[in-house]
T-cell receptor
Framework: GESVGLHLPTLSVQEGDNSIINCAYSNSASDYFIWYKQESGKGPQFIIDIRSNMDKRQGQRVTVLLNKTVKHLSLQIAATQPGDSAVYFC???????????FGKGTKLSVKP | ETGVTQTPRHLVMGMTNKKSLKCEQHLGHNAMYWYKQSAKKPLELMFVYSLEERVENNSVPSRFSPECPNSSHLFLHLHTLQPEDSALYLCASSPGTGNYEQYFGPGTRLTVT
């Protein structure tokens, strides 16, 4: 599941700090958004989703924020842990009927 | 684990070979997907099956041929591939093709020599 070579944006944080990963999506008609985590050697793992009738949704240690005005999605991870080190992808439905479109991803590196 | 398994995990094949990738989901889902993840691009959707019927084919070359014999199994048959087809091939499933998260398998790392 490695994405080496894609020249991913990288976010480096200290263990215990909060992380914010950002994503810009392209389709203003998109009504469903997902964040995935992909660790090395594994497939993407679902973290949290949000529908377009919401602007915020919280999970366990994670919060997703949706700003439809500027087509921006963010994932906040509280008290980041070494196990959070991975590549994080946002995905959005292509309009209200289409399939998921995936962003490039951001590599999160947590320093102990 | 996600309940989606893929075999083999690694595959090296020559350009004249024929091989198949297998995916199985144990989640009772009705939709299954093939994606390609290469080093230079984001995840690319290749094929979508809903209730064993192909509902989308994203202009994938004919050297990739999918097969969905039932809602739990999905195959990707490969023949006369090119080196640029080397990538991680991911299978996913979801309850349906609507607003549902997709559950991914671990992928098959394919190298074409």
């Amino acid at each position: 599941g490695e994405s080496v070579g894609l020249h991913l944006p990288t976010l480096s944080v200290q263990e215990g700090d909060n992380s914010i990963i950002n994503c810009a999506y392209s389709n203003s008609a998109s009504d469903y958004f997902i964040w995935y985590k992909q660790e090395s050697g594994k497939g993407p793992q679902f973290i949290i989703d949000i529908r377009s009738n919401m602007d915020k949704r919280q999970g366990q240690r994670v919060t997703v924020l949706l700003n439809k005005t500027v087509k921006h999605l963010s994932l906040q991870i509280a008290a980041t842990q070494p196990g959070d080190s991975a590549v994080y992808f946002c995905a959005w439905r292509n309009g209200s009927q289409g399939n998921l479109i995936f962003g490039k991803g951001t590599k999160l590196s947590v320093k102990p | 684990e996600t309940g989606v398994t893929q075999t083999p995990r690694h595959l090296v094949m020559g350009m004249t070979n024929k091989k198949s990738l297998k995916c199985e989901q144990h989640l009772g889902h009705n939709a299954m997907y093939w994606y390609k993840q290469s080093a230079k691009k984001p995840l690319e959707l290749m094929f979508v099956y809903s209730l064993e019927e192909r509902v989308e084919n994203n202009s994938v070359p004919s050297r990739f041929s999918p097969e969905c014999p039932n809602s739990s199994h999905l195959f990707l048959h490969l023949h006369t591939l090119q080196p640029e087809d080397s990538a991680l091939y991911l299978c996913a499933s979801s309850p349906g093709t609507g607003n549902y998260e997709q559950y991914f398998g671990p992928g098959t790392r394919l190298t074409v020599t």
